[in-house]
């Protein structure tokens, strides 16, 4: 029987069904839910049936395994036609043309240009910006919250959106002025309030953006990652306008959003904990320490979509069947007790084993950007909590709202008030 948006409810064989929320009212209850449902864990996704992956050492056989395809036709609900263009997490799946959506040699040839751009030398020389950046929109904090009725000022708005924009935007050699529009679609897109039918306009939106963008870098190339897409390598085949215009509206989706996600989980788990807070500001635990605990415990993707199987695959006492798709549930794994011990649900900096976590993905996609995001949250952390070192937050914690985006572990906002 089919759903409303054409998608297929079908009786899940062999144990319960997790149905995943989409507006995401209770985060830490469904994680729960999942990782008690086993290493492979029956969900369901707006009236679509799939696996989904809930431990680390899972994760990490299969995100390797080359039966586990990105290409959307080896799908069977795809292939049958009862998932179709009205689903309304297609966009998230099938977003044209990308490094995110392809596998083997062709991955390696659309991601090459990629990693070459975000080199640890790359990211070393573009320190510098990144801390302007950052000044500034501390600034802004400051300015705002001297206007503002009591105070408060937003931290995600004022602070943690813009910055990944601003750096990705820079690396890109995406005008200033073009931010704020990308950054509304972007949110609009990922937002399960957004009608389904706009959500595909906004894609079309950024396809025209993109497709522009890359034109005039191919007119008038300069030393910017948009123009290292286009310029073919001597031998090399070139990437196609489609294919630049897909890596681009993938990576800034991807990398923006995993930015804002880490820097906000971060304060409010150390905001939340004053005795840890204390240690790290004390130069007693570094705040890469502070980074890694924040991404194995609040990852900053929720559940990622998807992949599927070419053939069937054992997993321990389960199959999945050929065309069967499957979600990689990072915020689970990153609470798999048999990988981070019986505490795992508890944010720690001062664990006394190394924080060996996978948020970032493992094997052929793993996130180019991880190295980026880290550097980004690692220049800002200790920034903000020294302009502002009694920053607390505005609101109990427990009056945050999760914003209602299944594959993202957003905040609607986070009012903060600067000086106590």
Not at 278 to 289: A, F, H, Y
Not at 357 to 365: A, D, W, Y
């Amino acid at each position: 029987m089919k759903c409303p948006h054409t998608a297929v409810r079908e009786a899940a064989p062999g144990g319960a069904t997790v149905v995943i929320d989409p507006l995401v009212q209770d985060l830490d209850g469904e994680t729960a839910r999942l990782r008690d449902a086993g290493p492979l864990a029956r969900i369901e996704l707006l009236g679509v049936p799939a696996w989904t992956v809930t431990r680390h050492a899972v994760a990490r056989q299969l995100l390797v395994d080359p039966r586990l395809v990105k290409d959307i036709d080896a799908w069977g609900l795809w292939q049958r036609g009862d998932v179709t263009r009205e689903w309304p997490l297609i966009g998230m799946i099938d977003a044209g043309r990308s490094m995110f959506t392809v596998d083997g040699a062709e991955h390696r040839r659309l991601r090459n240009k990629t990693s070459q751009a975000l080199t640890p030398r790359r990211l070393e020389e573009i320190r510098p910006e990144i801390e302007r950046f950052i000044e500034g929109l501390l600034d802004s904090l400051s300015e705002q919250a001297g206007t503002n009725e009591g105070g408060v000022v937003d931290l995600k708005s004022v602070f943690a959106q813009p910055l990944p924009m601003l750096v990705v935007g820079m690396l890109m050699g995406v005008d200033e002025a073009e931010h704020p529009m990308l950054l509304k679609r972007y949110k609009a897109f990922f937002s399960m309030l957004t009608p389904h039918e706009e959500r595909l306009a906004l894609l079309a939106e950024l396809d025209v953006f993109y497709a522009a963008l890359v034109r005039e870098k191919t007119a008038r190339p300069t030393d910017d990652l948009t123009s290292a897409l286009i310029l073919a390598e001597e031998g090399g085949e070139p990437l196609t306008e489609d294919e630049v215009v897909g890596n681009l509206k993938a990576m800034v989706a991807a990398g923006h959003e995993t930015t804002i996600g880490l820097i906000l989980n971060a304060v409010r788990a150390l905001l939340a904990r004053p005795d840890q807070l204390s240690k790290v500001l004390d130069g007693e635990i570094p705040w890469e320490t502070v980074i890694e605990e924040t991404l194995r415990w609040d990852t900053p993707t929720t559940h990622l979509l998807m992949r599927f199987a070419t053939e069937d695959i054992q997993v321990g006492d389960d199959v999945i069947a050929k065309g069967e798709g499957v979600v990689i549930s990072y915020r689970v794994i990153g609470r798999d007790t048999e990988q981070h011990g019986p505490d795992a649900d508890e944010f720690d900096v001062t664990r006394p084993t190394p924080i060996r976590h996978m948020t970032f993905g493992h094997g052929p996609h793993i996130c180019p950007g991880a190295a980026l995001s880290r550097v980004e949250a690692g220049i800002a952390l200790p920034a903000l909590f020294k302009r502002f070192p009694k920053l607390r937050l505005a609101i109990a914690d427990e009056e945050i709202r999760k914003l209602p985006v299944m594959t993202q572990n957003d905040m609607e906002a986070f009012p903060v008030l600067l000086h106590g």
